[in-house]
């Protein structure tokens, strides 16, 4: 958008100690964070000891009270299952069909209860006198489906898509399987939880995001660690099957690093904000290697890359909804490797803002609702001109989205787009999309998708025009967790 | 170079402003303790046992289909600052909950913690899946059916549990709980009887449900359902399976279809037109209409419709 600067780089600026500062103050901070959270707990523990089992009469009343409380509750789960194990009786006599079948219902027992269960008639001061365990005297099958129990939820999402049409920048194959995300999530420990997606696409294996969660820290800071993707806007958060499009913005692929966008090991700490009433406000700060598709390399180990990202939204009703967010990133890039310039100070920074408005009205939520997004971004990448003087290149693009359901099963939706490419400015490509998608369930979407382009053809050094019809088939097995909202 | 400067001055100030927050005292709540809930019954039932000791508020409204509730970042708000969480379990908030959870940044109310309470651990819990499992069933609930709170004794169940919680949680009040238990015992068996007097001039009557929502409250009160305007829980109504519902409903004499506040009317109408038969909407949860208030007023309102569908179609 505005004109190339040049500059003169003499000597090192201070960046690597202002750096080497703020990173050794977070380590200390999220190092002294973890143990806390994880000492905490116990700290409670010992607190609550003394306090039960202190021989004060109040207390002593109080245990008396609670084991009557279990005798009446076990009495009344007696004479419970005699009724339930009558009943059974009955139905067996009726239809013997129904032996030896295998039930799943053991599944209902939760992990922690394995423990808890055998103790809590020991202790009085368990912290669940109990349960009435109805459901457990329909069990039959127990002891087998108890040894999965432990084992994370598993996901597949096959990804398959097929394009036809014109297309002389960036051709797509006719037909692939684009995408199979393997999804293993599961809870690590009281204080954590871990969510892995390994995308296996038509060239390769790729870890696309492995963090764990670190949800139960001091002060309201929820710390992720691993590979993700980072907070810059929505869109580069998204993963390809939650994508409302077949494909990505030509914004994400013109500034964004493309499909895999900024997908990076590293370190995240968010926390809500102080914030009027009724608005949520939450900031997160993020600090990685610096390895990111074309947007970000680190030459050296200390070219960490940072994301920062606000986040502000409210309800505007109970069906409608703004949410608002700022994004920042900055970080080395490749453009002075094997120049005679210092590559330390080739630098990228990524400035976006997004914004979506939503509606969906709570009585008829499955089958109406609108959502309107558009994200902005700004690209500011230190590169050498074609006359090989260091210049700084300004890119912006944007995207608009307006997705409408229909029914239950249909959903209308269409984009614009327009982006200039982050190493040259001047080309700006330009496009617009429309999209149906049929929705069988749930757990399956078909869709197809019209795609104009307007793009910049650089063998032959021209813009030429793309027309493009993709279809999309997407299918969910197992237990796919929710995403965030 | 000034603007690398520059920036390394924001980082460092968004940096401190977070540390800032993050030393900042957690503003203490009142003493009342802060209850959330997945669902208006599970909110009802708290509010029963918790009296004017306890703040409660559902995620959930009682006219929304609880499968489908939007994991808004307004809701974190009210999280974050709970000090306990009330789950109807079973899978049926899988596909919202976790996410609110674990963004909550509130230890209290992790899965597992003292603070996260799964009401399907006391109550009876039916329709739990035989066989193989496979969503060629729909979306099946391989725990069990979720609707389980229908069932004015699960509701006592739950409550009790809901009491033993609170009394563990505020020791203090422990008396206060158990006696606000014991009167609602009482109000729930009264009524129970009354309910189920108004209901037994017509046990053994069929009728058609939306989705499976009703086992509990049927087994219950004696009715039975013989079908479902859903093909499958979760799949969209389709042509064939109505032919063949209409077809089920005239060899079985069905004259009620029970529809859920969310769900469209337009298939249960056409399928009434056929058959003959005379289409309600009954309410799953408490704040399903601004009537129903409460836990009994659900129960309250659900019979009345019911009998009056009955009555109409002798």
């Not at chain 1, 202190?54 to 509750?73: F, G, H, M, Y």
């Amino acid at each position: 958008m505005q004109g190339p600067e040049t500059r003169e780089f003499s000597k090192t600026y201070p960046l690597d100690d202002a750096m080497k500062r703020l990173l050794s103050l977070s380590a200390c901070v999220l190092f002294s964070a973890t143990a806390y959270a994880q000492e905490r707990p116990l700290e409670a523990e010992t607190k609550r000891t003394p306090e039960t089992s202190s021989p004060t009469a109040p207390s002593e009343e109080l245990r008396i009270k609670t084991l009557e409380e279990q005798v009446r509750s076990l009495a009344e789960q007696v004479s419970l299952l005699r009724s339930e194990l009558q009943v059974l009786r009955d139905a067996k006599g009726a239809a013997p069909q129904h032996e030896g079948r295998v039930l799943l219902a053991s599944s209902h027992v939760e992990p922690g209860m394995l423990a808890v269960a055998p103790s809590a008639t020991s202790s009085p001061r368990s912290p669940e006198p109990v349960p009435a365990q109805i459901a457990q005297t329909q069990v039959y099958g127990g002891a087998t489906s108890n040894a999965k129990l432990l084992n994370p939820d598993i996901s597949l999402i096959g990804d398959f898509i097929g394009t036809a049409g014109r297309n002389t920048v960036s051709p797509s194959r006719s037909l692939e399987l684009h995408e199979s995300e393997v999804g293993l999530q599961a809870i690590i420990d009281p204080y954590a939880r871990a969510d892995a997606f390994l995308s296996f696409g038509e060239t390769g294996v790729n870890v696309e995001e492995g963090y764990v969660t670190f949800t139960s820290l001091p002060a309201g800071l929820l710390l992720k660690v691993g590979k993700m993707r980072a907070e810059l806007g929505k869109v580069n958060t998204t993963h390809n099957h939650a994508l409302p499009f077949i494909d990505r913005p030509l914004v994400t692929e013109n500034l964004v690093g493309g499909e895999d966008g900024i997908d990076d090991a590293g370190i995240s700490l968010s926390r809500f904000l102080p914030a009027p009433k009724n608005w949520f406000f939450q900031g997160t700060a993020q600090v990685y290697r610096g390895d990111s598709s074309d947007v970000f390399t680190a030459n050296r180990r200390q070219d960490v890359s940072v994301v920062g990202h606000v986040r502000l939204y409210r309800d505007l009703g109970e069906s409608t909804n703004i949410d608002l967010g700022g994004s920042y990133a900055r970080g080395h890039n490749h453009a002075g490797i094997g120049t005679t310039f210092n590559p330390e100070n080739f630098l990228s920074n990524l400035y976006a803002a997004d914004a979506t408005l939503r509606w969906k009205p709570l009585r008829r939520s499955i089958y109406h609702s609108f959502l309107f997004r558009t994200e902005l971004f700004w690209s500011a990448r230190d590169q050498l001109s074609p006359r090989n003087v260091f210049e700084t290149q300004h890119a912006f693009g944007l995207y608009s989205s307006a997705e409408y359901r229909i029914n239950r099963r249909w959903t209308v939706g269409g984009r614009f787009d327009r982006s200039g490419r982050a190493t040259n400015a001047s080309l700006t490509d330009t496009g617009f999309s429309g999209i149906l998608t049929y929705w069988p369930s749930e757990f399956s979407q078909i869709r197809s998708q019209y795609r104009y382009g307007h793009l910049w053809d650089i063998t032959n050094a021209r813009f030429t025009n793309a027309n493009e019809f993709l279809f999309q088939f997407l299918f969910v097995m197992g237990a796919h967790g929710a995403h965030a909202f | 170079m000034r603007s690398a400067h520059i920036c390394i001055r924001c980082i460092a100030l968004v940096a401190a402003v977070v540390l800032f927050c993050a030393t900042c005292p957690p503003t203490r709540a009142a003493s009342k303790l802060n209850i959330m809930t997945a669902t208006t019954d599970l909110a009802a039932l708290a509010q029963e046992i918790g009296g004017d000791r306890v703040e409660v508020e559902s995620i959930a409204r009682g006219y929304q289909d609880p499968h489908f509730v939007e994991a808004k970042p307004s809701f974190l708000l009210k999280l974050r600052r709970a000090d306990l969480l009330i789950v109807v379990g079973l899978e049926l908030e899988i596909g919202w909950l976790p996410p609110l959870i674990t963004q909550s940044t509130n230890p209290k109310i992790q899965v597992g913690a003292p603070g996260y309470f799964d009401a399907s651990r006391y109550s009876k819990i039916l329709e739990i899946p035989t066989g193989i499992v496979t969503r060629a069933e729909g979306d099946v609930h391989p725990l069990g059916n979720p609707h389980y709170w229908l069932d004015p004794e699960n509701g006592l169940r739950i409550a009790k549990g809901i009491q033993n919680k609170l009394s563990e949680m505020r020791p203090d009040d422990a008396s206060y709980f158990a006696q606000r238990y014991d009167n609602f015992e009482q109000r729930i068996r009264q009524s129970d009887d009354k309910w189920l007097a108004e209901m037994k001039p017509y046990a053994g009557r069929k009728i058609v449900t939306y989705h499976r929502s009703w086992p509990n409250f049927a087994e219950h009160f004696h009715i039975e359902v013989v079908g479902y305007v859903e093909p499958r829980p979760g799949i969209p109504p389709s042509p064939q399976h109505t032919v063949a519902l209409i077809g089920l409903m005239k060899r079985e004499g069905v004259k009620v279809i029970a529809v859920e506040p969310y769900f469209d009317l337009k298939t249960p109408n056409s399928i009434a037109r056929e058959t003959g038969a005379k289409v309600i909407v009954l309410m799953p949860s408490v704040g399903g209409e601004k009537e129903i208030t409460d836990y009994f007023k659900l129960f309250d309102y659900d019979i009345a419709k019911l009998k009056q569908a009955f009555e109409e179609t002798k």
